[in-house]
């Protein structure tokens, strides 16, 4: 875990102070580097020991067949992984003649650093070698948001007692393979050497190498270049192979007088450049970088980064571990999309392979919302690649029998990937979720030129395939049947509320849309009649209500199932979906993530007050949060129905999600959307920011622990700056026209200089909630004053 000594809680860093192997696999995605682009695992510099290498490119994949025992109409034939691709992070250091090597000699001190203000990864280590030679190593390494093909690593290298000789080692290497295939789903496929040689090529302390991969058909070309300093002249020796590439450099060091070598990186691939195209634009990035340097790159981020913390930074007073993993979250965000242009946002970004390198329908629910508010054109980037698969989308559609486009479960380049129809292509709530994200875009950017390009299409897409999917019963109800929800511990349910209302909204906005950009839509070949089917859809869409109980049921049939024997369950059977069969679990009221509860998140505009106070209390009773997605909008809802103890919790529980570790599955790199949980908790939860009916409103609250937040929400080119203290709420306008919103029903106009406090309400006294026997979440408040004890 890495709460314990080795793992210091500090507001603009992580940090780890001693080198713990049982640790490592985490470790290397906690403390990865990306850019949206390129990505690289925080392997070791010298390249072993280690869990999982890992150089990843945005959309860069191989294909791989879909195994069915008994296959069927529709069913996806091919699937999509991520490829581990050259990796150029290995540095490796000769002390005489001995190796660097972490098992071997006396590590004296070892100390890596994310800087999270500034951007690099730092490593000190002070090695002392069998024969007592020792050494210190400090390297810098950085993966540019500016220049989005180039990572730099600045490697130091300085005898401490004795002049030394030392030789060091560059290399790129292709077709690593570190891992054995796993039994956990959420980890990626195994891939046998899916690289094939085409191109490699050594001049001076430059190689570059180019590979296919086999089956996709994609080409990645990768270079290395090196600056050398140091006091006495290096012999340099430089090689390459089809699959190795390697700079090798002697130096006679002096105590206090350093060999510094930096190693550029660049990568650039591509599905129909040419292997001397791709050749080009790597020497040519090379070149870039070699003009910047090391200090060029350094300062670029520091002033991206700068720029960045401006608009997204939360902060909180009163738990510095909480603020540690905001700030953790937002640069992990950052770095999934930054440069991301037109690809998709992968659940693990590129900080390892699990979920295969797919992007899911929490991209759009969890992570492109916290992008609206802080960084809204990368939420353009993400849609566009969404628009960038229609046609696929349409196809799938068509092959289902229905309208419009029918997007995918999971994904790297659009087509559907997932081999099991029930959770997969059944969770048709996707499409609203990506509508739903356009419409958010929309209504906080005011970007009419996007929405008729891009936008538009979407909607209106995304409609005609809720009025193909459901259809109107005897009693005039529009009903969705057999579809599944967010709780993939059910599935092929009739109108899943979540999937109802969201759609809904998804009919609502592209009808509007439509009347809005009537041109466009002319050209969309949307007639006034089509709206109005649309409407009428939304109008009657079916929400199941069980008067008896005073509650909403998950779907229409939910109510009636058999209650999960929480109490015989034992805690190392969690996970369900690793112990038991899902006809198991698909035949009993059990909730894997929060599905009705994220509905009344989601659409809150629908329930009153009293019935999200019931049903959050009769679903925080089935909801096992085997989902890293589950915590932060439970924590939402605890907070908004008053609970805010438990708000407090499961806020930790989502910002510790990678931190420590709790899913038991951080080795196949950290959970994009549940980091971006993490600030939407802090956000809407104890924030209370809404945007329901294109209205700005709060609604904040503070648990007692928590002195104070602060957080930034851009709007329709403003940014207001909101501060939260356990008494009251100020809102201040940095720049830009005023805005209107609401505090807690009272509607307000904030305007440059003039900032607006207003007190907060009384939290009501409630009746603690009881959780699945074994599922409670752990006290954010124990936890607080435990770390406080001396």
């Not at 990865?32 to 290498?53: I, Q, T, V, Y």
């Not at 090529?201 to 296919?212: D, L, T």
């Not at 009657?540 to 229409?556: K, N, R, S």
């Not at 309400?761 to 006290?779: T, V």
Request: charged residues 25%.
């Amino acid at each position: 875990m890495i709460s314990h000594e080795a793992y210091p809680a500090e507001p603009w860093q992580v940090r780890e102070t001693m080198l713990d192997l049982e640790f490592l696999a985490q470790s290397e995605s906690i403390f990865a580097l990306g850019n949206g682009h390129l990505g690289l695992r925080a392997n070791l510099d010298e390249g072993e020991p280690r869990a999982l290498s890992g150089t990843y490119l945005n959309g860069f994949y191989e294909s791989v067949p879909l195994l069915y025992g008994e296959g069927a109409y529709g069913y996806p034939e091919d699937g999509q992984t991520v490829v581990n691709v050259t990796d150029g992070k290995i540095i490796r250091l000769l002390v005489e003649d001995e190796a660097l090597d972490v098992h071997r000699g006396h590590l004296d001190h070892h100390e890596r650093v994310l800087d999270l203000r500034a951007g690099p990864l730092v490593r000190k280590v002070h090695w002392t070698s069998e024969a007592r030679k020792s050494v210190k190593v400090t390297t810098r390494r950085l993966v540019s948001f500016r220049d989005r093909s180039i990572a730099a690593i600045s490697y130091e290298v300085e005898a401490v007692d004795e002049p030394l000789r030392v030789a060091v080692h560059s290399s790129l290497l292709a077709n690593q393979r570190d891992r054995p295939e796993g039994e956990d789903p959420r980890g990626g496929k195994v891939l046998d050497n899916p690289l094939e040689p085409q191109l490699h090529v050594a001049h001076e302390q430059r190689v570059v190498m180019v590979h296919a991969a086999k089956r996709s058909g994609l080409t990645v070309a990768a270079g290395m270049e090196h600056l050398v300093t140091t006091a006495d002249m290096p012999t340099v020796l430089t090689q390459s192979e089809p699959d190795l590439g390697r700079v090798t450099m002697s130096a006679k060091l002096e105590p206090g007088k350093p060999l510094t070598v930096v190693k550029l990186l660049a990568y650039h691939w591509s599905s129909q450049q040419s292997v001397e195209f791709l050749r080009d634009q790597v020497d040519a990035s090379l070149e870039n970088a070699v003009a910047e340097g090391w200090a060029g790159l350094a300062e670029s981020q520091r002033t991206f980064l700068d720029e960045y913390w401006q608009r997204a930074d939360v902060e909180v007073d009163g738990d510095v571990e909480i603020q540690q993993a905001l700030r953790f979250a937002n640069f992990h965000i950052l770095q999934a999309s930054a440069r991301a242009e037109s690809r998709a946002l992968p659940a693990k970004g590129l900080t390892g392979p699990g979920y295969d390198g797919h992007a899911f329908w929490d991209t759009e629910s969890f992570v492109l919302p916290v992008l609206c508010y802080t960084k809204h054109e990368l939420v353009a980037e993400a849609l566009r690649w969404r628009h960038g698969t229609l046609d696929l989308a349409r196809r799938r559609a068509k092959e289902l029998g229905l309208r419009g486009a029918a997007f995918p479960w999971r994904t790297i380049h659009g087509e559907e990937c997932t081999g099991y129809w029930p959770a997969g292509t059944a969770a048709f709530h996707v499409n609203a979720d990506i509508a739903g994200a356009m419409y958010r875009y929309w209504i906080t950017t005011n970007d009419a030129a996007f929405a008729s390009e891009i936008g538009l299409e979407l909607l209106v897409e995304t409609a005609r395939l809720w009025e193909s999917l459901g259809h109107f019963d005897g009693a005039g109800r529009f009903r969705i049947d057999g579809v599944t929800g967010p709780d993939e511990y059910s599935a092929i349910a009739d109108n899943n509320i979540y999937t109802n209302v969201m759609a809904q909204r998804n009919l609502r906005a592209a009808a509007r849309g439509c009347q809005r950009l009537a041109d466009r839509a002319e050209e969309l070949g949307v007639s006034d009649g089509e709206i109005t089917r649309w409407e009428r859809a939304a109008d009657a869409m079916l929400i199941p209500y069980d008067g008896t109980m005073g509650i909403h049921p998950q779907d229409e049939d939910f109510l009636a199932h058999e209650r999960w024997d929480f109490e015989s369950t034992k805690p190392e059977q969690y996970p369900l979906l690793l112990h038991f069969h899902y006809f198991d679990l698909y035949r009993r009221q059990v909730v894997k993530q929060a599905d009705l509860v994220l509905a009344l998140w989601q659409r809150g505009d629908l329930f009153t007050p009293e019935q999200k106070a019931r049903d959050f209390a009769y679903y925080e009773s089935l909801t096992v949060r085997d989902s890293s997605l589950s915590a932060c909008a439970q924590a939402v809802m605890a907070a908004e129905v008053g609970y805010l103890d438990l708000a407090y919790d499961y806020l930790g529980e989502a910002a510790l999600m990678d931190l420590h570790d709790l899913e038991h599955n951080a080795r196949d790199g950290v959970h994009i959307a549940s980091l971006a949980g993490a600030v939407l908790a802090t956000v809407c939860g104890f924030g209370g920011v809404r945007d329901y009916s294109e209205h700005l409103s709060f609604s904040p609250r503070m648990p007692t622990e928590l002195k104070r937040l602060a957080f930034p929400v851009g709007w329709r080119g403003c940014m207001l700056r909101v501060e939260v203290t356990r008494n009251e709420a100020t809102y201040t306008l940095d720049h830009g026209d005023p805005i209107d919103f609401s505090h807690w029903g009272e509607r307000l106009r904030v305007e440059v200089d003039k900032p607006i406090t207003r007190p907060l309400p009384e939290p009501p006294e409630l009746e603690p909630l009881r959780q699945p026997a074994g599922r409670a979440p752990q006290r954010r408040r124990d936890q607080v004053r435990a770390a406080a004890r001396p």
